[in-house]
């Protein structure tokens, strides 16, 4: 939010773009950059986790079809050890950007507020699109064998095991585009080309529905959440849930 999604929404007429603007040591001598490295870090640091959860959701759709029978065990221990994984990655390969100063540039061409480092942060930058990328190619890797067991397989899969799947791979379409769009900001690092202007427009709502998705996706698959939602907010209309009753009755899966 204070490194991405404020400054990238904030023009030179906006409200904030005197902060912005005061929070750059070329301009403002007094500024010394505060505690802003370590929103910097965690701008860093979530993207890890933001990856990493898309893909675990990917493994665990993969071991739950080709291991249901000792599914939950297997992530008993696979889960907190990946965890521990995750947090060892973050920390350690985006430990570079606690030594720097950061800063707010303007952006003349996008008329908006972005964030900059003084020192040199390439080595973390480089980690962590060969995070993404890792992270991209092995929930596709995961997507597909599951669909593959899925042709193969005799017996009808449950439901709700389809419509979890059909998510995780949903999410990976979105972890895929979000990766894509990262990886195209690399080819015009000045922001100076339409394409570049345009990954830099879409990267904050592409963070946003790596974090969001999931729910969104769960209510469009299935029909039961949909009708617990519809009775959720308007239980008290009676048009509306006498509706609903008459939809769960003809629902006979999720």
Known sequence: MITLRLP???????VLSDLFASMNFKTNPDYTGGILFINYFLHFGNAYFQYSMVTLMSLNRTTSI???FVNEKIWSVLFPMSL?????CAVYFTRTILLSSP????????DLYSIKAD????SAYSNVINFMAFSVISS?????LSVIKLKLMTQNLATIERNLLFSTIA???IQCAAAGNTFLLQLDQSRSTMLGQIGQTLLPFFSDFLTISQPYILIFLSSKVRIEMI?????KNSKINSLVKSQALQVGGV
Not at 84 to 88: A, D, E, K, N, R
Not at 119 to 122: A, C, H, R, V
């Open 8 to 14: 990238n929404g904030t023009c030179k007429d906006c």
């Open 66 to 68: 080709f291991f249901y």
């Open 84 to 88: 521990g994984i995750i947090v060892f």
């Open 103 to 110: 800063y707010f540039s303007y952006n003349e061409s996008l």
């Open 119 to 122: 020192s040199d942060i390439l």
């Open 140 to 144: 596709v890797v995961l997507n597909t």
């Open 171 to 173: 999410s990976s379409v």
């Open 231 to 235: 009775r959720m907010y308007f239980k």
